[in-house]
């Protein structure tokens, strides 16, 4: 006569169960360590990038102060070149110490370091405002032929100033942003060097060719 059959019942697995425990466990200690240490990665690339943005603002106001000589050099050229009575004299200064004395002033900003990417971007605009106006100022002594293209002049000075003016802005944003204070010196360093606001000399005799 048939019998009826109980199926067993599964028997647990305590080593199972223990070892699926023991993961829980050490997911619970891993996560926490694992996101302190990158909480710590974090936090140690910060003090890094503000140390390294420290450092160039330091570089870029010190090298900036020791371009002074050059600046000096070409306001020296353009209070020459103004003193001159004449429109021939006034050619020849320009010629002979205004580009020459603009060309080692370009490239004294040019050898500015500029370590991080946003200060060179705005040392970068200053140095071209500068390169740009030397060339338009020896084209414009190239082209000047008598008293009416010194009118040319002032369009010049006025368009570096202007990207002078820009530059101050940028700069003491970029500072104020890293909590640190422009030096008056760095700042003006640059402005001071553009033509000075005197004008010109009137033809006393016809230009050379």
């Known amino acids: 006569m048939p019998t009826d059959r109980v199926l067993p019942c599964p028997t647990p697995r ?4 223990l070892a699926c425990r023991a993961g829980l466990w050490l997911a619970m200690i ?3 360590v694992l996101a302190g240490c ?3 990665r974090q936090e140690r690339a910060a003090r890094q990038a503000q140390a390294a943005v ?7 106001s010190t090298a900036s102060a020791g371009a002074n000589a050059a600046h000096r050099e070409v306001l020296d050229a353009f209070a020459a070149a103004n003193a001159s009575t004449n429109l021939p004299d006034y050619k020849a ?4 110490r205004v580009l020459p004395a603009m060309d080692v002033f370009v490239h004294k900003l040019e050898a500015i370091p500029t370590a991080t990417a946003e200060l060179k971007a705005v040392h970068g605009r200053l140095t071209e405002a500068y390169r740009r106006a030397r060339d338009e100022i020896a084209e414009f002594e190239r082209g000047l032929g008598d008293a009416q293209g010194l009118r040319r002049f002032d369009e010049i000075r006025t368009a ?4 002078v003016a820009d530059y101050r ?3 003491a ?8 204070q422009l030096r008056l010196d760095a700042a003006r360093m640059a402005e001071s060097a553009t033509p000075t606001g005197r004008s010109p000399p009137a033809a006393s005799t016809p230009a050379s060719p």
């Open 14 to 17: 305590p080593r199972v169960v």
């Open 30 to 32: 891993v996560l926490p």
């Open 38 to 40: 990158e909480k710590a």
């Open 54 to 60: 420290a450092s160039a603002i330091e570089q870029y």
């Open 93 to 96: 200064a320009l010629r002979t």
């Open 160 to 163: 570096l100033q202007r990207a």
């Open 169 to 171: 802005i940028q700069l």
């Open 173 to 180: 944003d970029y500072y104020t942003r890293h909590d640190r």
